[in-house]
């Protein structure tokens, strides 16, 4: 089963997959698809308020970032890594409980990424919004080195997350019923 929607001016056919009996979420991967990853990226920068970095989680949202970072003219882009890695010093971390993923898991930066971050105006980006838990965490992260989050962002809004307005975002993306109807 597939949805098909307009994103960023382009059709792409998203996988239904199963996150409950009930309950399946469109897959949209922008991992190998250059394309979506540099339209979604132009538009989201057209609404996008007036920024010094972009952080974002690891993974799904890191070519996202790059590319907003790059077609902006920052350059500055931070990821908040999935575990510590040898060559951060002073980690901070937090937890996130993602519909995406089976188990909780531990966002953190380092040294390097605090001070992108500290007294900057800070943008998050990210592929889906969904439940929110991963953007809480990223803007938990933004708070406790002393960055201004002066905005948060998504190509997708899915389910309930697409009537929030604390966030923007290109389309809404629908949940679904487990024969493809749009719950």
Do not use: W
Not at 112 to 132: A, C, F, N, P
């Amino acid at each position: 089963m597939f949805y098909e929607m307009t994103i960023a001016g382009l059709k792409r056919r998203l996988p239904l997959c199963k996150i409950t009996d009930d309950l399946y979420i469109g897959a949209f991967i922008m991992f190998s698809d250059v394309e979506i990853t540099k339209k979604c990226a132009e538009e989201l920068l057209k609404k996008a308020p007036d920024f010094d970095v972009i952080i974002t989680a690891e993974s799904k949202g890191i070519p996202l970032a790059y590319e907003m970072a790059r077609q902006s003219g920052t350059d500055d882009y931070v990821v908040a890594r999935k575990g510590p890695k040898l060559y951060m010093k002073n980690i901070i971390t937090t937890e996130v409980d993602s519909i995406t993923t089976d188990h909780i898991q531990t966002l953190c930066l380092g040294d390097k990424e605090t001070q992108m971050l500290k007294g900057r105006r800070v943008l998050i980006v990210d592929d889906v919004i969904s439940t929110g838990q991963s953007l809480l965490s990223l803007e938990k992260l933004v708070d406790q080195v002393g960055g201004n989050i002066v905005g948060k962002m998504a190509v997708l809004a899915e389910g309930e997350a697409a009537n929030r307005d604390d966030i923007l975002f290109l389309e809404k993306l629908p949940v679904f019923n487990a024969d493809g109807s749009i719950k």
